[in-house]
């Protein structure tokens, strides 16, 4: 066990032995993510601004209702 220890504390960590240009690639594709999240979110309005929305709250909890009664009866057990 002693030597486990010894190696975790002998490891390096990120902020040791990234360079500047991983850490930028980092945040580059944390931008990335966060930008096609948010394009997705704005093609889903336009959708809903013209079509209405999928389900309406009340049909949306009834559907949530009637799935969590659907899996609590063990169907995928």
């Known amino acids: 066990m002693y030597l486990i220890y010894m190696m975790n504390d002998m490891m390096p960590t ?3 032995t990234a360079t500047a240009a991983d850490l930028a690639q980092i945040e580059h594709e ?3 993510r966060v930008l ?3 394009q997705a979110r704005e093609r889903w309005e336009a959708v809903e ?3 209405g929305p999928l389900l309406t ?3 949306w909890e009834q559907h ?3 799935m969590n009664a659907w ?3 063990g169907i995928l057990k």
Do not use: G, L, R
Request: proline letters at 0%; zero cysteines; charged letters at 45%.
């Open 64 to 66: 949530t209702a009637d």
């Open 71 to 73: 899996f609590d009866e």
């Open 49 to 51: 601004a013209q079509h």
């Open 36 to 38: 096609m999240v948010w």
């Open 14 to 16: 990120i902020e040791e």
């Open 30 to 32: 944390e931008w990335e």
């Open 57 to 59: 709250k009340t049909e």
